[in-house]
C-alpha cells in the first residue's frame, strides 16, 4: 500500500513552528516511503477562511521546500460531506439537537458542580418528529451529532503508543452546525477516507478527535488510518506556547533572517532521541527521520536555538549560494569571492552581511581606548590612502611596529578596534584587502 498523508491547516491565520512540525513530519513521512503528500486546506468556515492565508501557507512551505504532490480544498468537496451526513442519518448514527448554547454551557455546569464528566446527556435522542418540528419552526435548524458506540476505543499511536479511550466519557460530536455548516470532524473523515490516507500525523491535541472519528469511519465503511499524535511545543522553561504562536509565525521567522534548513533541522529532531544536527538537503533530513524516536512530553522551543543553526548554515555555503544576496549590496562581481569568504563566518544571518559592506566602503566608527589615542593617531598617520591589497595590513603593521615598539595583542587589537570599531571580525588582511576608505578616528 502507498504512503498517503496530508497536511491539513485551516486558512485562518498564517503558519507557525507548531503547524510547521505536523507539515514536516507528515511531510518527511512521505518522502520516506515514496508515496503522496496531499496540501489539503480545511475551509469549510467560509467567514473565517481568507485566500490570503491560503496563499500564506503555499508561500511559507515553498520557502521551506515542502512541496505538496496535490491541494485539496474542503471548500470544494461539500457535497461529499452530505452524502456521508445522509448516510449517517440512514444508518440511525445521527440526530438532530436543538440545545442553544447557553443551555449546554449549563448542563456542562451542573454536571461539573455534581462531580460528572461534562459529557452530552442525549436529552435529543428523546424529541418526537412533532417536538422536532416545533423546536425547528421556533429555534430555525437544529446541529447533527454522530451517536457514538459507548465501548473503548483504541488503536496503536506511532508515537503515544497504546490508546484506550472510553467513548462514554466523550460527548456525542456536532458534525454540523445549525447554519448547516460541516465541522471538521465530519470533513477530515470524509477526505481521509475517499482520499485513501494511510498515515494521520497530528497534534496531541486531536487525540479525543481521534477516538470519535475512529468510530464514524467505520460507521461510514471506510479504512481507519494509523495515527501518531506528536507532543505540542512549549516555550524554554515549559510555559504554553499557544499565546505566543503569533509571533512565531514562519513569515516572521523568515523576516528576521532565520534560513530555512536551520529551521527544518531543528524541526526534524526537536523532541526525539537524536540530537538536533544540521542538515542542509532535504535528502539528508529524509534519510535521519524516524517518527518512532519522538516522545509523548511536551517539546521545549527556543527560537534562539534557530540562530546558531542559520550561521552554521550560512558559513558552509558557497558564493554561488549568496550571489545574487551580495551582489544586491552594490559589492562589485571581482570582490564577491573575497567579501563573501571574509564575512561567512562573521554574521549570523545573511542580513548582517550589509553591515560588512558598508564598514569596508564607508569604514567604521573608530573605538580608541584613551591610552591608545596616541599610538593610533601615529599608526594612521603611516598609512597611505586606498586602493590597498593583500599585503596592505602587514606592511602596514610591521612600520609601526618598527616605530612604536608595540607588537602582539598591544599592537594590533587597538588598530582592529580602530579600524573595525569592533573587537572581533575577520582576518583584518582581509578587512585591509577590501577596505575602500582609509579610517580615521
Ligand atoms: N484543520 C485541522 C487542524 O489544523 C486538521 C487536523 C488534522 O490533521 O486532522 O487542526
Redesign the pocket.
Known amino acids: 500500500m502507498t504512503t498517503v498523508t496530508?497536511?491539513?491547516?485551516?486558512p485562518t491565520g498564517y503558519l507557525h513552528v507548531g503547524?510547521l512540525r505536523?507539515a514536516l513530519f507528515n511531510y518527511l513521512i512521505t518522502r520516506k516511503a515514496g508515496g503522496t503528500f496531499i496540501l489539503r486546506l480545511?475551509d469549510t468556515d467560509p467567514e473565517r477562511s481568507k485566500q490570503e492565508y491560503v496563499d500564506g501557507i503555499k508561500q511559507d512551505l515553498e520557502w521551506l521546500g515542502i512541496e505538496w504532490d496535490r491541494v485539496e480544498r474542503q471548500s470544494e468537496r461539500l457535497e461529499r460531506y452530505e452524502d456521508a451526513a445522509q448516510k449517517l442519518r440512514e444508518i440511525g448514527r445521527f440526530y438532530e439537537c436543538f440545545e442553544a448554547p447557553t443551555e449546554l454551557d449549563l448542563k456542562r455546569k451542573k454536571q461539573l458542580n455534581m462531580g460528572k464528566p461534562p459529557v452530552y446527556d442525549r436529552a435529543a435522542l428523546d424529541l418526537s418528529e412533532a417536538e422536532k418540528d416545533a423546536l425547528r419552526a421556533e429555534r430555525g435548524q437544529g446541529h447533527w451529532r454522530f451517536k457514538l458506540d459507548h465501548e473503548r476505543i483504541e488503536w496503536t499511536d506511532g508515537i503515544l503508543g497504546d490508546i484506550s479511550i472510553d467513548a462514554a466519557s466523550v460527548s456525542d460530536p456536532v458534525l454540523i452546525r445549525g447554519d448547516g455548516q460541516f465541522l471538521?470532524t465530519l470533513a477530515?473523515v470524509v477526505d481521509?477516507t475517499e482520499m485513501g490516507v494511510t498515515n494521520?500525523?497530528?497534534?496531541s491535541?486531536?487525540v479525543t478527535?481521534t477516538a470519535t472519528q475512529i468510530q464514524i469511519i467505520r460507521a461510514l465503511g471506510g479504512d481507519v488510518p494509523s495515527f501518531a499524535h506528536h507532543s505540542l511545543l512549549t516555550g524554554p522553561q515549559g510555559e504554553a506556547l499557544s499565546k505566543r504562536l503569533g509571533t512565531l509565525a514562519l513569515r516572521d521567522l523568515r523576516e528576521r533572517g532565520v534560513e530555512p534548513f536551520a529551521l527544518l533541522s531543528l524541526m526534524a529532531r526537536l523532541g526525539s532521541s537524536q540530537p538536533v544536527e544540521l542538515c542542509t538537503s532535504m535528502d539528508e533530513l529524509v534519510d535521519g527521520f524516524d517518527i518512532s524516536n519522538f516522545g509523548a512530553a511536551p517539546t521545549k522551543f527556543d527560537e534562539q536555538d534557530l540562530f546558531p543553526l542559520t550561521a552554521r548554515y550560512l558559513h558552509g555555503l558557497p558564493l554561488e549560494a549568496v550571489a545574487d544576496d551580495v551582489a544586491a549590496l552594490g559589492v562589485p562581481a571581482d570582490k564577491a569571492e573575497k567579501f563573501w569568504s571574509v564575512v561567512r563566518e562573521n554574521i549570523t544571518v545573511k542580513g548582517d552581511m550589509a553591515g560588512w559592506w558598508d564598514l569596508f566602503q564607508n569604514g567604521a566608527t573608530a573605538v580608541v581606548d584613551d591610552e591608545d589615542a596616541e599610538f593610533i593617531a601615529t599608526a594612521l598617520s603611516m598609512l597611505p590612502e586606498p586602493p590597498y591589497g593583500d599585503n596592505t595590513w602587514a606592511t602596514w603593521t610591521a612600520e609601526v611596529k618598527e616605530a612604536t615598539g608595540r607588537k602582539g595583542k598591544g599592537l594590533f587589537m587597538p588598530l582592529r578596534k580602530a579600524v573595525t570599531g569592533q573587537a572581533r571580525g575577520p582576518e583584518m588582511a582581509d578587512v585591509m584587502a577590501l577596505l575602500q576608505t582609509k579610517p580615521t578616528v
Not at 6 to 10: N, W
Open positions: 496530508r497536511f491539513a491547516p485551516s503547524n505536523t480545511d471538521y477530515s481521509d494521520v500525523v497530528r497534534g491535541d486531536h478527535n
